[in-house]
């Protein structure tokens, strides 16, 4: 339950730009030909009866005043798309492909770590439903892209569109317009401009919006790096320091050359980490043999399989009984009695799944037992899958451990750690994550860039959608679950009920006293709750949706499917 989309990890395309890079000031332009679709390269390999293009035309113009921004091209950008069609949207995608960081950030052994029937959209089956249950990172674009050939998405996304600025042009009181008193978010006038940069053009482009979607995802772009005191970094390494983003840019050709025959140090012990520690001891199993060491701060607990001790996983977290177990946000003293009053039948639940764990995999052997419970790597969206041959690897001597606090350094030679040990190294990777947010930072214009993050150290999102304090604009792709894509698309439905008027949003006051509520939720169930990870109350979450939209909350037929079946995309599927 790692990255957007829930990866596991595999080879990118070469090309990436960023989002958020500031561009120098350069003459205010605008152009007024209006949107003629253009004939794209790329061929459609159909897989569906239902007719579609058999060429893609993305939009190559904007219009200086349009409803609707979708800033992003990633399953959040698509969903966003598909949902608001009916505002012709604009959609202005950095890259020159859509599928984000399953086509810019992943490495050649990436793999979706959601089981395949539950990684799909509602209205949209994949071409081969019974495939392998972890499809392959380059099955998952070609979906992505046939889900856009389906729907006609092309029309709406500019590809080579980088976003350097937002501004904020005014309109409608912030109070005003989030309590519905404002006649609703889309008000018939322009409430931000948008800075866009081309590939082929020396100015910006300005164009005007009366509402934003931001989609621009939280991994990818803005790498996470540590901070070294001086003479202990980088500077006094003689080998070579790379973070995981730019690994991910090189081919596999590359890849391999990089890695063979070398001394490997990979710091870090999440999904990226873990893949890319077994694709350098893949690169390294022949004659000139060298170890990967990898440096552990924080084990999480991993899944080898969706099934313990023979079970379903989701027996355990994702039936409306299991989620009965856990807090929600805002519930009441009953319910809150009532969580307490079964505590001892959650840590039974994550002790099951505990011993299952430590006697599947060599945890032990090589120090990896995490420290807290199962259940706090589920409620922070930490848990994920490990890929085939981890362990394999680890116990032939490819793969070695050394635990570390936040002490380690640079030398020479290598890196040395907090008891002086120094591990030698040609090459040391940086598997350290991303700096999500600082995307939105960039882009979003004073005093709202400043509203980005909250005393939790998330963005504060009413339904995991709406800023309370930031109007005329959502977040979609910021919020964590076992689905990824189901909370992004069931979110874009919400959101499009709310541009169609059909429920109004509470007052600002209300929806912040909302978000505290599942910051609060997530407190109580893990200590690692500064993320905004809904896993063990996404159906109470779902639920909120439906009720907003007018439409039903249990969606199972019998009161017995009802508690003890899971829940997933096709519950929600729009009549």
């Not at 005191?229 to 596999?252: A, I, N, Q, R, W």
């Not at 981890?390 to 380690?408: E, T």
């Not at 005393?455 to 709406?466: A, D, F, H, Q």
């Not at 792709?477 to 059909?502: F, K, P, Q």
Request: net charge positive; with cysteine.
């Amino acid at each position: 339950m790692t990255r957007s989309g829930n990866a596991q990890r595999s080879n990118p395309l070469l090309a990436s730009s960023k989002y958020g890079t500031k561009a120098p000031p350069l003459a205010r332009s605008y152009t007024s030909e209006s949107h003629t679709p253009a004939l794209a390269h790329s061929k459609l390999s159909i897989h569906f009866s239902t007719p579609i293009m058999a060429a893609r035309h993305t939009r190559k113009t904007v219009p200086p005043y349009s409803r609707v921004a979708i800033i992003g091209g990633s399953i959040s950008g698509l969903a966003a798309a598909k949902q608001l069609a009916a505002h012709d949207p604009v959609v202005f995608e950095a890259t020159q492909s859509v599928g984000g960081v399953w086509k810019h950030c992943a490495y050649r052994s990436t793999r979706l770590q959601t089981p395949r029937r539950n990684f799909r959209f509602s209205d949209h089956p994949w071409a081969d439903p019974d495939g392998p249950v972890f499809p392959a990172h380059d099955e998952v674009i070609e979906y992505l892209e046939s889900y856009a050939d389906r729907f006609g998405l092309w029309r709406f996304i500019m590809l080579g569109a980088r976003v350097v600025g937002v501004n904020f042009l005014g309109g409608a009181a912030t109070t005003e317009l989030w309590s519905g008193k404002g006649g609703g978010p889309l008000q018939g006038e322009p409430m931000w401009e948008i800075g866009v940069a081309t590939e082929h053009s020396d100015t910006i482009q300005w164009y005007k919006f009366e509402f934003v979607v931001m989609c621009m995802g939280k991994y990818g772009d803005v790498p996470r790096m540590p901070v070294f005191p001086p003479g202990k970094g980088t500077e006094v390494f003689k080998g070579k320091v790379m973070h995981s983003l730019d690994y991910c840019k090189l081919s596999e050709q590359e890849t391999l050359e990089l890695v063979r025959g070398k001394k490997v140090v990979v710091v870090g012990y999440r999904k990226s980490a873990i893949d890319l520690a077994l694709e350098c001891a893949v690169a390294n199993k022949g004659e000139r043999v060298q170890a990967c060491t990898m440096l552990v701060r924080t084990p999480q607990w991993m899944l080898p399989s969706y099934s313990i001790w023979g079970l379903p996983f989701f027996l355990f977290y994702s039936t409306r009984f299991s989620q009965l177990l856990y807090d929600r946000p805002n519930q009441g003293l009953f319910r809150s009695f009532l969580c307490r009053l079964m505590t001892p039948l959650k840590a039974g639940v994550s002790k099951f799944i505990e011993l299952y764990l430590t006697w599947k995999l060599p945890l032990s052997k090589y120090g990896l037992k995490p420290p807290h419970p199962f259940v706090e790597s589920y409620a922070s969206c930490q848990m994920a899958i490990l890929p085939d041959g981890f362990f394999d690897m680890a116990n032939r001597g490819l793969i070695r451990f050394k635990r570390v606090s936040s002490g380690w350094c640079f030398s020479e030679n290598g890196v040395v750690l907090e008891d002086g040990t120094e591990v030698q190294a040609d090459l040391v990777f940086l598997a350290t994550g991303f700096e999500g947010l600082e995307k939105l930072r960039t882009v979003l214009p004073e005093p709202f860039r400043g509203l980005v993050v909250n005393k939790s150290g998330m963005i504060p999102l009413y339904r995991g959608t709406i800023h309370p304090l930031i109007p005329g604009m959502a977040f979609v792709g910021y919020v964590e679950s076992v689905s990824n894509l189901h909370t992004s698309e069931l979110r874009c439905r919400w959101l499009a009920g709310l541009l169609e008027g059909r429920f109004v949003l509470p007052g600002a006051e209300a929806m912040a006293e909302r978000v505290d509520g599942e910051a609060e939720a997530m407190r109580r169930t893990t200590r690692f709750y500064r993320r905004h990870c809904i896993s063990t109350f996404s159906i109470h979450d779902s639920d909120g949706m439906c009720a907003d939209l007018g439409v039903p909350a249990y969606r199972k037929g019998s009161w017995f499917a009802e508690l003890f079946a899971p829940y997933n995309n096709q519950d929600y599927k729009e009549e």
